[in-house]
């Protein structure tokens, strides 16, 4: 690509501007004279002509439907339509016309507080539904044959209109002709943006097949492990309602102010009501805006800010010791010579023993009980329902001392306090923690003591923070730990929320019914091990676990051939998928370590991925490198109603569409049902899973079928939708029936006394699962990352302060790379559509454009056929990637000029942004490069080294699998169901009688994703010799900025003053 | 040239047009609480697919937010005028020959990347420090950044009113929106050129200026604008800005309140709490900003007050920078009045004439006296009686 100079007259002809040129000014001074009007100031004679903008205002009609994409926030709007055609949308408000059906979230028995919701994405979802990139029919490949896939063509071949008829016939075949129906794979992003009559299907269809399922959930570094670790519960987050409760709250890592913008003001509102904020952040975020207080952090270093709180609060006598005893893990006893928690049947003659073996306590809910210290210092058997009120005796937090066993040995015990505060003031004192964080010591510890003083306290960490190899555990048990000790847990203000990916899917506890039926349920399966070990070439198994030293025992494991997983992993699946379909997902863009999988498990000829299959909107990087690809239409266009719930807010929500399609596109509830219908004609009843895959899904095939039946049967499943009639889902939103509103995660866990979803029923900061202490992680501590550090890689601070990462300092690459969700977009989607493209290219989101940019986008962007119609896209923007200005400098980099990046795993060719936010290394060895993730390949430009190589932000990321999170006997409790209440919900409840869970489940438990713990390198690639007009370039901007621009006179030189009189 | 009297400067000065004797009962006004916006530009999105996503219409964003102190669309719009003005000197006062107003014309690069600078920041990056703000001790973030919503102001002596050869631009009677008559309009670009804020805007393909319209067919209905109904961040109020103390209840209903509108309470209050955008320009701008409160006072100063040595106005404080600094502190730590009134902000489309604040309860009216809004300002935790109910589901 040439980077030639803008000219600004070609450009022009793109409509805007460029008409205003200095000639027209003549024009006025041949004004002819206006008689008619007199002092416009006062009034003004014929306003007939006012009638323009209510023309342009008049509407038709109003409809309604939800935005609910990967954001987790689902917002209804209205849609004005004109014609039958969308012209804008607007939020819907209580009370008033027109509006979601009469009344707005008012139906769902919510206050005006929470008007307005819906951000500027779904205001565009109109321009979004009408952009060029959609498909427009389903395709098949050129290159491809059922029998001969000849994958290497991916991505390159052409495509050839088909009907739709063919191509689920195409699917059905292949789909029948497998000899193990586990190899039929569907994956789709997050289940609960499309439920029932979207991709919800897929995992029902995968179900009675007996195929796999995949999120994005697992993979995408959604799971917060730390908190399955400590509480057993997928993720405790709050409704944003309760936010603005908390007096004090501390915000680490996460941009909550761009990445959830329905309800922010929420959380903007805390300090209006007395409310403090402090942020911990390596950048300049634009939360950080809103904070009291920033504390800048070297990326990576987090665990050990929390843990530097941790020792102030313990150090100062501050914290909760009632709330200690009643709720945590910290008064119980644990041997000092195993790790494990000591058990009442080693102490106490008479106290009956759990089952010997791992699996037969699973089985039987008992993992014996436990013990502790009462007042006088006799030990007291202590169950897991024994929690709060209930407990028999008030336990001593600081144990340190012999017990005598039952066998008549004796063993050292201390209480789990006593092994967390040792550890903790030993290591992690604010000097040290200043050593390992950069964080100021005496700021730290006033940050601390603020922190405990307030009465309700709550702290956000982000997913930005999932993605380092070690925070996204040891980060999220130290701030437990903290919010433990201070009692900030159970009520409105207090709390420890992650919001990371969207599990939303647990407050539609009817779901399995659909997806699960008849007792059929889909394998899990985590895309990482897929992409690490299916396909050509394989990742080093050690490798990617940060297992440098090859310690770990590994294992084959279900279809893999060599050994992968470590030992006592035996739930996580592993099955080679020859069918992959995925749906609401653009895979392959947001894919990490990306020119891996591409090239081995895409491409590679023996992939054993034999057919593709892409349903998408739009014609995404994925969808070009599949083999069928079938179009889907806008949540504007479905034809079916669908439902939506989200975690940080009460409400379920079904949207409809409300135009026609514009193209030929099915929603993926048809296309799969078309799909069951085909599968019975093509397998022999004794050969199927089930009777009829067909019957599964009637109610899209009969001509008097109701989808709305399928909704109905799940919500009358579940506790938080029984009393919901789908039909007044029609008429607006409805609010889910839980514990509290708001939603408050353990409120009776800490007011009712149930126990925690954890073997001791507890908070559980110490581990004894084995792997736990095979790794010496069983006791919450900061260990360097395994690759984004310059000191030891993957090892605590005393040792790995003295020793040097070579990546880092001999091979020169010294920048973490950060790739942060942006606000224009939700990951990749609106990716395209033209106004959120212009913003989220800020400096270089042009509105009319750069005319090489232009060709570049349209030659990437058309369709690779004949057959499907090229349009042409508005060349609008492109990526970037900020660094700060001293770290540009060192490059002799400009804003503007182009940059490569290089990483252990690829590079990217990307225009530099220079930007003081940015963390320089000179702050402390670690620098960032920022690269806001979701941008398409079309917005990067050729790298002339590798015209041919795969592009995109993703191209230096990383497949990283924790082997701590490899774990088959962590308890937890399932995605649906709590096991305290499961006998006493009614029967029909999806959950009764559910028990709590251990090992592998789908977004639960599962090594995340912590793909982006990678160290890279930067280096200019060329200059720019154009760049927008820089007002950072201008003379006057020091003086603008430092408010002396104008000269401040006396102040009445040129006036008469008069007193009174309003503004 | 008529003199006017100016009380957001305290002091006459030009222009050329002669005001009403009296003051409108109901004029166009807007609060914006700066602290509160996430820069989300749902406001812009909303704006632009309601009133200029026609042919010709592409680079208009009548309605944008942008960061500063590095944003700006059109770039560098405010430094410019700042440069040129002399100290106390309106844009009115500075006119040129044969000029009404002191203006310049945008070049089209300047209008060409509205996300200019878009959530950057100013400042050195605090190696081995930290940055805090603590108001009572006058400390203030030493790297900072702010969003800016902008818009037309539908100003009091509108410059852009004042610069029009052919008299196309007017205040209307009713509500003073300010329009720019489109069957009237040559499309000479006198008003581009004048208005300091640079929000009318020149359409190449009809060869007529448009300029934002106040969304004066949702006003006439007594609704909000579209860029104030679309605020997720609850940052805007709109309303009556002349409304003042001694006025009936809304729609004359004995049911309403009456007095003060809440905008007008912000603005016009002893508890002042909003600043107009560059008063200095002489415009009267009819928006008022809750400015943020971690910014430096000098910067702000600059941006929100006359910036006069000697301050003339009835603004609270000795000097201007004095003001802004009481106003941070107000807007960080708001009165009850105030805190109450913030309620109102985001509640409801409908347009809130009158008010009243109880101790935890907030009431609006709308212009025909209905009641709009009803909020607790603490919510209470609803819990649900039985034991099957779970939080975990």
């Known amino acids: 690509m040439k980077l030639s100079r803008r000219d600004f007259l070609t450009a022009a002809g793109a409509g805007a501007v460029g008409a205003l040129a200095e000639g027209a000014w003549g024009a006025t001074q041949s004004t002819e004279p206006i008689t008619s009007v007199d002092n416009p100031l006062k009034s003004y004679p014929n306003r007939d002509w006012e009638q323009v903008y209510h023309d342009i205002y008049a509407y038709d009609e109003v409809d309604w439907t939800v935005c609910h994409p990967n954001c987790t926030q689902s917002c209804a709007l209205n849609f004005y339509m004109k014609n039958g055609v969308p012209i804008r949308a607007e939020q819907v408000y209580h009370n008033e016309e027109p509006s979601v059906g009469p009344s707005g979230y008012e139906d769902a028995g919510v206050s005006q507080h929470w008007n307005p919701r819906g951000c500027m994405k779904g205001l565009s979802l109109h321009r979004r539904t009408f952009e060029p990139s959609r498909i427009k029919y389903p395709m098949v490949r050129k290159g491809w044959d059922p029998e001969d896939p000849n994958p290497e063509g991916r991505g390159e071949d052409e495509f050839e209109r088909v009907s739709w008829e063919e191509a689920i016939d195409l699917i059905a075949e292949k789909m029948a002709s497998l000899e193990d129906n586990k190899r039929f794979h569907i994956f789709n992003a997050i289940k609960a943006d499309g439920l029932f009559t979207r991709h919800g299907s897929g995992r029902r269809l995968a179900s009675v097949f007996g195929g796999c399922e995949w999120t994005e959930y697992d993979w995408y570094a959604d799971l917060p492990p730390g908190h399955v670790i400590t509480t057993g519960y997928q993720t405790s987050d709050a409704d944003a309602a309760a936010w603005r409760k908390a007096d004090y709250t501390i915000i680490q890592g996460k941009n909550l102010i761009h990445n959830k913008l329905a309800d922010n003001h929420f959380l903007q509102e805390t300090r209006e009501r007395g409310g403090k904020m402090v942020g911990v952040y390596p950048d300049y975020s634009p939360t950080v805006q809103k904070c009291d207080r920033w504390l800048p952090v070297r990326p990576g270093s987090d665990p050990a800010f929390a843990l530097g709180m941790a020792h102030v609060i313990i150090n100062e006598g501050l914290y909760d010791p009632e709330f200690m005893r009643k709720f945590t893990s910290l008064p119980l006893l644990i041997r000092a010579d195993t790790g494990k928690y000591l058990r009442a049947h080693e102490v106490f003659e008479d106290h009956e023993e759990p089952p010997e073996d791992l699996d037969t306590q699973h089985e039987h809910n008992d993992w014996g009980d436990f013990v502790v210290l009462d007042e006088n210092g006799e030990p007291v058997p202590m169950t897991r329902e024994e929690v709060g009120e209930e407990m028999p005796t008030t336990p001593q937090l600081d144990v340190d001392t012999d017990v005598a066993l039952v066998d008549g040995s004796t063993v050292t015990v201390q209480s789990d306090f006593a092994r967390q505060r040792d550890n903790i003031i030993e290591n992690y004192d604010p000097e040290t923690v200043e050593e390992i964080t950069t964080i100021p010591a005496d700021k730290l510890a006033q940050t601390a003591r603020e922190f405990a003083d307030a009465e309700k306290g709550q702290w956000f960490t982000g997913e930005g923070i999932n993605h380092w190899f070690h925070s996204n555990d040891a980060l999220q048990r130290a701030v437990f730990l903290v919010q433990a000790m201070l009692g900030n847990i159970g009520d409105a203000g207090q709390g420890y929320y992650n919001y990371s990916g969207q599990y939303k899917i647990e407050l539609l506890d009817g779901y399995p019914h659909y997806v699960n039926p008849d007792g059929h349920s889909a394998h899990g399966m985590y895309p990482g091990y897929a992409f690490a070990f299916f396909g050509g070439e394989k990742l080093d198994p050690h490798e990617v676990r940060g297992d440098f030293d090859r310690e770990l025992d590994l294992v084959a494991q279900g279809d893999a051939e060599e050994p992968v997983m470590p030992k006592n992993a035996g739930s996580y699946t592993m099955s080679k998928p020859s069918v992959l379909w995925t749906m609401n997902c653009n895979l392959l863009n947001q894919t990490k370590h990306q020119e891996h999988v591409i090239e081995n498990f895409v491409k590679h000829p023996d992939t054993e991925n034999d057919l593709f299959i892409v349903s998408d909107m739009h014609m995404t990087y994925s969808a070009r490198h599949a083999d069928i690809v079938l179009p889907v239409p806008s949540w504007l266009e479905c034809e079916y109603p669908d439902i939506t719930v989200g975690p940080e807010n009460p409400f379920v929500q079904m949207d409809h569409g409300v135009m026609e399609p514009i193209y030929d596109t099915k929603q993926d509830g048809e296309a799969v049902a078309m799909v069951a219908e085909k599968l019975d004609e093509k397998i022999p009843p004794e050969e199927r899973n089930v009777d009829s895959y067909r019957a599964y899904f009637e109610e899209f095939l009969e001509e008097d079928g109701d989808v709305t039946n399928y909704i109905q049967e799940t919500f009358d499943r579940g506790m938080t939708t029984q009393s919901i009639d789908v039909d007044d889902l029609e008429d607006g939103p409805e609010r889910l029936d839980l514990k509290t509103y708001p939603r408050i995660p353990f409120y009776s866990q800490v007011h009712e006394d149930r126990p925690f979803y954890t073997k001791t029923g507890r908070m559980e900061f110490h581990k004894e699962e084995d792997r736990f202490i095979e790794l010496d992680r069983d006791d919450i501590d900061h260990v360097e990352s395994v690759e984004g550090t310059p000191y030891g890689v993957n090892k605590k601070w005393e040792e790995a302060k003295d020793e040097e990462n070579p990546l880092y300092h001999d091979e020169g690459n010294q920048f973490y790379y950060n790739t942060p969700h942006p606000k224009y977009r939700t990951h990749s989607s609106w990716g395209m559509t033209d106004w959120n493209l212009i913003w989220a290219s800020r400096d270089f989101g042009s509105v009319s454009g750069d005319p090489e940019g232009t060709d570049r986008l349209v030659d990437d962007f058309s369709f690779p056929t004949g057959d499907g119609e090229s349009e042409d896209v508005a060349p609008l923007g492109e990526a970037f990637v900020e660094m700060h200005p001293s770290d540009a400098e060192n490059i002799d980099v400009e804003n503007g000029d182009y940059v490569r990046i290089t990483g252990k795993r690829g590079d990217l060719v990307v225009r530099a942004m220079v930007s003081e936010r940015q963390r320089p290394r000179s702050a402390g060895d670690m620098g960032q490069l920022t690269l806001w993730h979701g941008w398409w390949p079309q917005h990067f430009p050729d790298d002339e080294a590798d015209e041919d190589g795969v592009k995109g932000y993703n191209t230096i990321t990383n497949i990283w699998l924790d082997p701590l999170q490899e774990t088959d006997d962590l308890v937890h409790k399932a995605v649906f169901g709590d096991p305290n209440v499961s006998d006493i919900v009614d029967e029909d409840i999806a959950w009764h009688g559910a028990e709590l869970e251990h090992g592998y489940e789908e977004t639960v438990w599962a090594p995340t994703g912590t793909n982006r713990d990678d160290l890279v390198d930067v280096e200019k690639y060329e200059e720019a010799d154009w760049w927008p007009g820089d007002a950072r370039r201008d003379d006057l901007v020091e003086d603008y900025i430092g408010g002396s621009l104008q000269p401040s006179g006396s102040g009445s030189s040129t006036g008469t003053s008069t007193p009174g009189g309003d503004d | ?393």
């Open chain 2, 1 to 393: 040239m008529a003199q006017t009297y100016n009380p957001q400067l305290g002091r006459e000065h030009s222009y050329p047009y002669e005001h009403r004797e009296e003051e409108r009962d109901y004029h166009w006004g807007m609060v914006i609480n700066t602290n509160r916006c996430i820069n989300c530009n749902t406001c812009s999105f909303a704006c632009k697919s309601t009133w200029t996503s026609g042919e010709g219409e592409e680079y208009m964003w009548w309605m944008n937010v942008e960061t500063e102190p590095y944003g700006g669309y059109p770039m560098g719009w405010d430094m410019r005028l700042l440069d040129d003005l002399e100290a106390d000197q309106t844009i009115f006062d500075a006119a040129e020959n044969g000029e009404q107003v002191r203006g310049y014309i945008a070049e089209k690069q300047a209008w060409e990347y509205p996300a200019l600078g878009d959530d950057q920041v100013h400042g050195e990056y605090p190696e081995g420090e930290v940055v805090e703000s603590d108001l009572e001790n006058d400390e203030y973030h030493d790297i900072w950044q702010f969003y800016l919503p902008r818009l037309c102001n539908h100003c009091k002596n509108p410059a852009c009113l004042a610069a029009c050869p052919r008299k196309a631009i007017y205040k209307r009677e009713e509500d003073g929106i300010v329009l720019l008559d489109q069957e009237r309009c040559r499309g000479y670009r006198r008003c581009v050129k004048a208005c300091p804020y640079h929000k009318p805007m020149y359409n190449p393909e009809t060869g007529v200026t448009e300029k934002p319209v106040g969304c004066y067919p949702r006003i006439e209905e007594g609704n909000v604008p579209r860029c104030v109904s679309s605020c997720i961040g609850k940052t805007r109020l709109h309303g009556n800005i002349n409304r003042g103390p001694d006025a009936g209840p809304a729609g004359g209903k004995s049911s309403a309140a009456s007095g003060r509108s809440p905008i007008n309470y912000l603005v016009h209050s002893d508890e002042k709490v909003a600043l107009p955008l560059y008063p200095q320009f002489g415009t009267q701008p009819q928006v008022f900003y809750m400015p943020p409160y971690h910014v430096p006072p000098e910067f702000l100063t600059q941006m929100f007050t006359p910036n006069t040595e000697v301050k003339e106005n009835e603004w609270p404080g000795d000097t201007y920078e004095e003001s802004v600094r009481i106003v941070q502190e107000r807007a960080r730590n708001p009165s009850h009045e105030v805190l109450g009134i913030l309620q109102l902000f985001g509640a409801t489309t409908r347009l809130i004439e009158t008010y009243n604040v109880k101790e935890n309860r907030v009431k609006g009216w709308d212009r025909n006296g209905e009641k709009v809004v009803d909020v607790p300002i603490e919510e209470p935790m609803e819990v649900r009686e039985g034991e099957q109910w779970t939080n975990q589901p």
